[in-house]
């Protein structure tokens, strides 16, 4: 009996020592995306051009309130045709500029999607050959953790390695 409890706790140390060799870390994907070099360029980029077309999309909602107000004024000096007319004109405008600024918001979001892709792409690589070069078995998203030593966070050599091998996204 003795001899099947010590078979079966040297068993379990040898076990628990090959599992020891399989190291875990994980990354957090996001803190790269917006901190690395190519990553703040790239949302820099895709930011600056959501700003211009806000700033367009203003310009325009500015203009189609100013056309409202002239017609709303001129109510009692036109025939209740014309208003109709004008007001359906303004709305079908206004239906126009909606449908424009959903496709654009929409064109964004694909943008974003797109520029993530590739962004991942790009660096799977070197994280593969990071996880190859330090023995480490599972790479995980830090998204999905509840708890875990700092020791494990990759993060940083990551980023290190992004700046030095990717200058840009295509």
Same mark, same amino acid.
């Given at each position: 009996?003795?001899?099947?409890?010590?078979?079966?706790?040297?068993?379990?140390?040898?076990?628990?020592?090959?599992?020891?060799?399989?190291?875990?870390? %994980?990354? #957090?994907? #996001?803190?790269?995306?917006?901190?690395?070099?190519?990553?703040?360029?790239?949302?820099?980029?895709?930011?600056?051009?959501?700003?211009? +077309?806000? &700033?367009?999309?203003?310009?325009?909602?500015?203009?189609?309130?100013?056309? *409202?107000? #002239?017609?709303?004024?001129?109510?009692?000096?036109?025939?209740? *045709?014309? %208003?109709? &007319? +004008?007001?359906?004109?303004?709305?079908?405008?206004?239906?126009? %500029?909606?449908?424009?600024?959903?496709?654009?918001?929409?064109?964004?979001?694909?943008?974003?999607? *797109?520029?993530?892709?590739?962004?991942?792409?790009?660096?799977?690589?070197?994280?593969?050959? %990071?996880?190859?070069?330090?023995?480490?078995?599972?790479?995980?998203?830090?998204?999905?953790?509840?708890?875990?030593?700092? *020791?494990?966070?990759?993060?940083?050599?990551?980023? #290190?390695?992004?700046?030095?091998?990717?200058?840009?996204?295509?």
């Amino acid at each position: 009996m003795k001899k099947i409890i010590f078979l079966i706790f040297i068993s379990f140390l040898l076990t628990s020592k090959g599992l020891a060799t399989n190291q875990i870390a %994980y990354i #957090d994907m #996001d803190k790269i995306l917006n901190t690395s070099k190519v990553g703040k360029k790239a949302v820099a980029d895709l930011e600056e051009n959501h700003k211009k +077309k806000i &700033k367009n999309f203003k310009k325009i909602e500015e203009d189609l309130k100013n056309k *409202e107000r #002239d017609i709303v004024a001129q109510k009692n000096i036109l025939s209740n *045709e014309e %208003y109709s &007319k +004008k007001i359906n004109n303004l709305r079908i405008k206004v239906r126009d %500029y909606r449908n424009e600024r959903q496709k654009s918001l929409d064109l964004l979001t694909k943008k974003r999607i *797109e520029i993530s892709q590739k962004f991942l792409k790009k660096i799977n690589p070197l994280i593969a050959e %990071y996880a190859k070069q330090n023995s480490i078995s599972l790479i995980i998203q830090k998204k999905n953790i509840v708890m875990g030593k700092t *020791e494990l966070d990759i993060t940083n050599a990551i980023m #290190d390695l992004i700046d030095k091998n990717i200058k840009q996204i295509d």
